[in-house]
Each structure stands twice: as structure tokens, then as C-alpha cells.
């Protein structure tokens, strides 16, 4: 069977300390978890270890040992969000205990699906025994996801129960929801190392998408983006890791000072820090006390540990059993997405409380007692489509690429949901981004009243300026969607102005008779125009009015603009071309002192010719010379009418 069609789990153990986690994991796999010299001493775990073994049916599992101990709970933490599947270690001598409780709280805060129970410890207990022991586990877990989870009497010193086990593993592995191997790729740190000759290692469980030799990585909250030197999965060199292994890459150029757990490997320029969440808190029933506005608490997310404050957002205490809307105010940043589950534990003494589920992890500061902020989070806990529309009316315009940053979902599933909103009205496709049809609508009427108002104020000039108007809209929004936009809005684009339709620029008898005259004084003096205020001055026009009758001459193509200050009559413009396209036919380079001369002109004019020609790419500017680059056929070809703004296929859709 191929790589491809090998599936990939993570199978984590629970459970109180010394109960035989490590030595149950040491019989399935053959491995040793402890590898710390403590551990081996002490016989606990005191902090995450990992093995891998093949189960029935091409599933490959890796496994997560965590520490039982209760002063090893921040370790255990760290490795327990990344699991599919749960073994649920007791002891058949002790039963349950107050470790075992708080596992089963975290996983159940955690929401893990999928579980089995382990009895271990069987060569040391009578059968009865055994089932009393089972009588008991079955109404602690009463109500719990592990209600009617499967139950397997195993011995690690005999092997007992061992094949049972392993196909019970099977069964339940089979029944599990695949990761997403098309997402952003994530992997939460949760080991670091140097090793000698080879650099930085980080080891973790790989919850979405894929990473391969070579692959360039984001590392957060260090902000730096390095290469995958090799990729590791349990061990063994591959090519590539795909999301649900244990996996260790060996990263180029990073310092393991610039680490530590909590950290994210992604793919570069998806994931972001926050210092701040929104989030759905339930706290556990038997939790000491209540939860106040602003108290502190410890909070775990991934392989991350911070402290955060709990602002309450519809009242002043959370109690036992309750849950809310709040907003975390974290110390430090951390990697967090929407849907990511979460556990806190009290400030002092450090217990486990409660948990909860991430709803927006980049929301702006909430002001307390607002229904529109409560219903606001409400609709953006509800559902994907939902939280989505949300975002595109917070940002008001983005770029799927900008959403799956948001959401952690997948380009493909983002792409998916966008299309349902389209086909509902929801949502409108402007080029390469996204807003809400509100947003659009709004942005509809704000131009049109724009452009009107503009044509009544100047019903010499052909419309608006493009770029002031797009200057109205949201900097995100780019040139491809705004020209998209003004086509929705029933506008057309002529050259760099934007005009209503069926609007044509009527001077008066008065604006004719100064249009006359400045044509006449550009007309005369060729092509030695001086600048815009001497060329004012002799037609007796106003710096007021000047704007619009220029830019009437411009839009008439009666005046070529060769700069803010300087202007040429057209038929001096066509000299003045006709002049460069010749000598360019006999020469390959032109000085400005050179063509200065060939039209007889001052220097001023002239250099405003040249930097023209430079910016339409007639020539090319090579330190004090010009060379021939894209010439056109004639003078004349070179003057075409401004167009109209034309929709092409693509985003007239």
C-alpha cells in the first residue's frame, strides 16, 4: 500500500500517575517514552513522550504519553490538544482517582470525540475485583463522551488483552473524521533541541496540511521565515509529513534561543499572533468559585501557555457549571484560530477549571453590556458561512487568501462557502475580492452621489478623478475591483476620469471663448510652452478656472499633458514626436541638449518631452541619453482617444 493511502492518527493517553501509561504504550509499541534520566529514575513521566506503531487496516498511530503526576499538568496539556483518539488509563488495583477526574474534564473541555478505556494492571487483580473496579468507571463516565466507550482489560507484563486492544484501536481509528491535509500547514512546538552538525529541531503533531523537504516556513512568534532541511516522521527520514503525524523538521538558519513551546511552524503568511480572543467559556461544575470580571487565569491553547485576563461580557461573575461569551486579554501573543479549543486552569492554586472554544482570534476591544456585540458573536459562533460574512462586513473587502488567515479553513472550503453566499445574495466578487452585498451596495450609492455631485459642480470637466475617487473607498480595496465596482455601479472609466454615461461636458459661451484663447496661446508658442502659470497669464485666464479648462482641452485631446505644469498644443506634441521617431531611425541614442536642439526649443519644455516620452515608454533613459524603446508606428497612432471603462470577461462575471 502506498503513503498516500496509509491513514494517520495520534492516539493520547489519560490518566492518573503511575497508573501504567508509559508501560502499556512500552507492550503496544516496543518503544520507550521516558527519555528523560528523572523519568527513568523516578518511574513517572514528568514530561511528554512519543511512539508509533502500525495498526490493523494501514493505519499508522503515533502516541503521545503524557504525565499523570499532577505537578506535570502544564506538560501534559501541551500534548493533549493534538490527539484524535483517547486511551483512558486506570489502574484495575485503584480505579479512578483525582487525576484520572481531571484528564476526563480536559478532554471533555477539549471536546476529543473518540476514546477508549484502559484496565490495566490485570495480572495483579482478581476478576471480581476487576469488575467492581469497571462497575465504577462506567458511573463515573456516566454523561460523559465516554459513556459508552469501549472498555479493554489489559496486563503489560503478560500481554493480556494486548490483541483486543490493538483491534479495538483499529475500529474506532477507522470511524474518525480525516484532518485537513489541504489547509495551511501548523504544527504547535512542543519539543525543541540543537543537534550537533544538523542545527534547530522542532518536534510536534501536525494538525493541518502538509510539510516537505525544502518547503519554506513561518515560525511564530519569532516572525521568521527559514527552509526545511529535513523532514522526520517518528524517526524516519521522509520527503514529506502529512497533517495527523508526529513529525520533526530540522530547520535552517533559526537559533534554538528563538524558541520556545507554544511556538507555531505554518505556512508563511496565513497565521498571526494575537493578544487578544473572543471565545465561548464554559467553566467545569465542580470548579472552587466563580469567575470574575478581569480575574486571571492560566490558558492553554496548542502547546501554548499564557495568562490571560477574562472580561466578562454579559455579566459580572461566571459561575460553576455556566458558560459565556468573553474576551481574553493575553500577556504574551500566541497562535490561535477560530474553532481552536482551549483549557484554564485558576491562577493560584493552579487547578483546572474550565475551557472553551475560540470564536474570533483577532477581534477589536468589546465594550461591555452591548446586545449588538452579544449577537454580533452569536452569529459568528453559529456556523462557517456565518463567521465568514462577518468577517467580509468587519473588513469590508478581502482576499480568500485573507479569510482562510482568519477562519483555519481551507482555501478550497473558504472558496466553497463564498460561492453559497454568492449564490444567496450575501456576498458580491469584485475581481480577486470579496465584500458583502451591503457593503457593495453602500459603495454603489457613495459613488454615484460622488460623480453627480461632481458633474454639477464641474460641467466642464469630462468626470471625477479615478484615483480621488478610489481614494474614498478602503485602501484594501485594489485598482482591478474598484474598475469592476464602478461598472456595477452603472459608471464608465474615460482615461483617468470617471463619468455618469450619458454625460458630455457643455461649456458655456463664455468657457468657449477662454477655451478659444488658451488653445490660441499654446497653439503659438509651439513647442517652447513655458509652464502653466506664464501660459495663463497671456490668455487672461484665472489660476480658479484654469483646472477645468485644462483638463476639458486635455479630455478633447486638444491638449497634450506632458506634466502638472507644462502642456503642449496637439499639433506641437505630434511635431515634437514626429521629430524623435525620425532621428531614432538613423540614431540609437539621444541627449537632451541633442533634441534641445533638433526642435529648437528651451530646456525646460524639452526635458518635460523627454520624461513624458520615458513614462509612455517611447524611450529608454541610460544615464544622460536616450534609446529607442517602444516607438510607435507614427505620431499620430501615438494619440488615441481616452477610452471608456470596458468590463472584460473576468470581472464582469
Not at 111 to 140: C, F, H, N, S, Y
Not at 593 to 615: C, I, M, N, T, W
Request: hydrophobic share 40%; aromatic share 6%; charged share 25%.
Amino acid at each position: 500500500m502506498t503513503t498516500a493511502t496509509i491513514r494517520h492518527l495520534i492516539i493520547g493517553t489519560a490518566g492518573h500517575v503511575d497508573h501504567g501509561k508509559t508501560q502499556l504504550i512500552r507492550a503496544l509499541t516496543g518503544m520507550e517514552t521516558d527519555r528523560l534520566k528523572e523519568e527513568q529514575q523516578r518511574g513517572i513521566s514528568i514530561d511528554l513522550g512519543f511512539a508509533c506503531f502500525r495498526l490493523p487496516g494501514d493505519i499508522e498511530a503515533g502516541v503521545i504519553d503524557v504525565p499523570g503526576h499532577e505537578r506535570f499538568i502544564n506538560n501534559m496539556l501541551a500534548g493533549i490538544g493534538g490527539i484524535d483518539l483517547v486511551m483512558l488509563v486506570i489502574d484495575a488495583n485503584e480505579g479512578v482517582m483525582p487525576q484520572t477526574r481531571e484528564h476526563l474534564n480536559i478532554l471533555e473541555l477539549l471536546q476529543i470525540q473518540r476514546g477508549i478505556i484502559v484496565l490495566t494492571k490485570m495480572d495483579l487483580v482478581e476478576p471480581d475485583w476487576a469488575d467492581i473496579v469497571e462497575e465504577e468507571i462506567r458511573e463515573t463516565l456516566s454523561g460523559t463522551f465516554l459513556a459508552k466507550a469501549p472498555l479493554c482489560r489489559v496486563s503489560a507484563l503478560t500481554g493480556e488483552g494486548l490483541p483486543q486492544l490493538r483491534a479495538t484501536l483499529a475500529a474506532c481509528a477507522a470511524e474518525l473524521r480525516p484532518r485537513d491535509a489541504d489547509g495551511p500547514m501548523r504544527l504547535p512546538v512542543d519539543r525543541h533541541f540543537s543537534v550537533a552538525g544538523f542545527g534547530t529541531v522542532v518536534t510536534g503533531t501536525l494538525l493541518s496540511g502538509r510539510v516537505a523537504t525544502g518547503d519554506l516556513v513561518e515560525v511564530l512568534p519569532a516572525g521568521e521565515r527559514v527552509r526545511v532541511r529535513d523532514v522526520q516522521v517518528h524517526g524516519q527520514r521522509q520527503t514529506v509529513a502529512l497533517c495527523g503525524q508526529r513529525v520533526a523538521l530540522n530547520l535552517a538558519g533559526l537559533e534554538r534561543e528563538q524558541l520556545q513551546r507554544g511556538a507555531v511552524i505554518a505556512t508563511p503568511g496565513v497565521f498571526e499572533q494575537t493578544s487578544r480572543l473572543d471565545a465561548r467559556l464554559t467553566l467545569l461544575a465542580e470548579a472552587p468559585r466563580p469567575v470574575r470580571f478581569r480575574d486571571p487565569v492560566h490558558f492553554y491553547l496548542g502547546t501554548a501557555h499564557v495568562v490571560g485576563l477574562v472580561a466578562l461580557l454579559d455579566r459580572d461573575e461566571l459561575k460553576p457549571g455556566e458558560s459565556a461569551l468573553v474576551q481574553f486579554h493575553l500577556d504574551r501573543p500566541l497562535v490561535a484560530h477560530r474553532q481552536d479549543r482551549f483549557i484554564i486552569r485558576s491562577y493560584s492554586p493552579m487547578t483546572t477549571i474550565g475551557g472553551g472554544l475560540v470564536i474570533d482570534p483577532r477581534p477589536v476591544k468589546h465594550k461591555r453590556f452591548r446586545p449588538q456585540v452579544l449577537q454580533a458573536l452569536k452569529e459568528l459562533e453559529s456556523g462557517e458561512g456565518t463567521f465568514v460574512l462577518q468577517k467580509l462586513n468587519d473588513l469590508q473587502v478581502a482576499r480568500v487568501k485573507d479569510l482562510e488567515q482568519l477562519s483555519g479553513l481551507s482555501r478550497e472550503r473558504i472558496g466553497l462557502l463564498l460561492q453559497q453566499l454568492q449564490n444567496n445574495g450575501a456576498v458580491v466578487a469584485l475581481a480577486d475580492q470579496w465584500a458583502s452585498q451591503s457593503t457593495v451596495q453602500l459603495w454603489h450609492q457613495r459613488l454615484r452621489q460622488q460623480v453627480e455631485t461632481f458633474h454639477r459642480q464641474q460641467p466642464l470637466l469630462p468626470g471625477m478623478g479615478h484615483a480621488p475617487l478610489k481614494a474614498s473607498l478602503p485602501a484594501a480595496l485594489n485598482l482591478k475591483a474598484f474598475d469592476q465596482l464602478l461598472y456595477q455601479a452603472g459608471l464608465q472609466r474615460c482615461g483617468e476620469w470617471v463619468q455618469l454615461p450619458d454625460f458630455v461636458p457643455q461649456p458655456s459661451a463664455a468657457q468657449q471663448r477662454q477655451l478659444d484663447r488658451l488653445l490660441q496661446v499654446y497653439g503659438q508658442a509651439g513647442v517652447q510652452a513655458s509652464g502653466r502659470r506664464d501660459m495663463l497669464a497671456q490668455a487672461a485666464i484665472s489660476d480658479d478656472e484654469a483646472d477645468a479648462l485644462l483638463g476639458y482641452l486635455f479630455y478633447r485631446g486638444e491638449l497634450i499633458r506632458l506634466n502638472d505644469d507644462t502642456y503642449f498644443h496637439r499639433d506641437s506634441y505630434l511635431q515634437a514626436l514626429t521629430v524623435l521617431l525620425d532621428h531614432f531611425r538613423q540614431h540609437d541614442s539621444l541627449t537632451l541638449a541633442q533634441y534641445r536642439d533638433l526642435l529648437g526649443s528651451a530646456r525646460k519644455p524639452v526635458q518635460a518631452l523627454l520624461e513624458h516620452f520615458d513614462e509612455r515608454k517611447f524611450c529608454l533613459r541610460q544615464g544622460d541619453s536616450r534609446r529607442p524603446w517602444h516607438l510607435p508606428a507614427s505620431a499620430a497612432a501615438a494619440l488615441t482617444p481616452p477610452a471608456s471603462l470596458a468590463p472584460t470577461e473576468e470581472n464582469s462575471s
